[in-house]
C-alpha cells in the first residue's frame, strides 16, 4: 500500500486503512474521557465496549497478510506522548478492580497466573496505538498499519485482550450475582501460586455488586 497520496485514501470512508485509523482514534479518544473520571459510573461498560471494538480493528489486522512499509527502517515518529498521569487517573478510577490474574500464553504448558493491571494494559495500548497514529497523520500509512499489525500481535493485542477478559468476568460476575475471591491478597508485586496452581489470596469472598455498582454494573434484576 503507498503513502503517496493520504488524501485520496480518506477519500474513500471503506478502504482498511481508514477504517482502522477510525477505530484507533475512537479508542484513544473514548480511553481519554474515560480517565477524566467525570463519568465513574459508566466506566466499565464503556470500557468493555472499547476494548471489544478495538479488538475487531486488531482481529482484521492479524488476519490480513503481512503488511510491509515502504521504508526498511522506521522513520523517526517524534517523541513518545507520555502516558503516566492517563495510567494514574485509570489506576485511581479502577481501584477496587485495577488488579487481576491472568496467564500470559494460554498455549505454554504449566505457566503460572500473573498478577496484571487494568490501568497498565490500558496505558501499553493508548501507547501503541499513538505511535502509529503519529505515522498516520504524517501520511506514512503503510508504516502506521505495519505498526499496528505488529504491536497487534507482539503487544497490544495481548494486553487489550487480556483487560476485556478481566471486565468481561467482572461484568459476568456482577450480573450473575456471583462472589468474587477477595482481591486484596492479589499483588503484582507477587507472583505466588498455591500448590494447586491458584493464586494465594486471603481467605473469603467479596459480593461483586459492592465493587461493580460504583463503576456502572449491577446485577440482573438490581
Known sequence: MSDATLDSIKDDPNDFAVQICDQMESFLVAVTEIAKGDDPDSAVPYLL?????????????????????????EPDAGPEPDVDELRERL????????????????????KAPVACRLSDDLADVVTDLRHGMAHYREGRVSEALWWWQFSYLSNWGPSASAALRALQSLVAHVRLNQPLGALDGLDTDSHAVGDDGELEAEAGAVMAAEIGEPLGIRPNGG
Open 91 to 110: 489506576a485511581q478510577l479502577l481501584e477496587p478492580i485495577d488488579v487481576y490474574s491472568e496467564v500470559f500464553d494460554p498455549y505454554e504448558p504449566r
Open 49 to 73: 465496549l472499547e476494548l471489544s471494538q478495538l479488538m475487531l480493528a486488531g482481529g482484521r489486522l492479524g488476519a490480513h497478510e503481512d503488511i510491509v512499509p515502504d521504508e526498511r527502517y
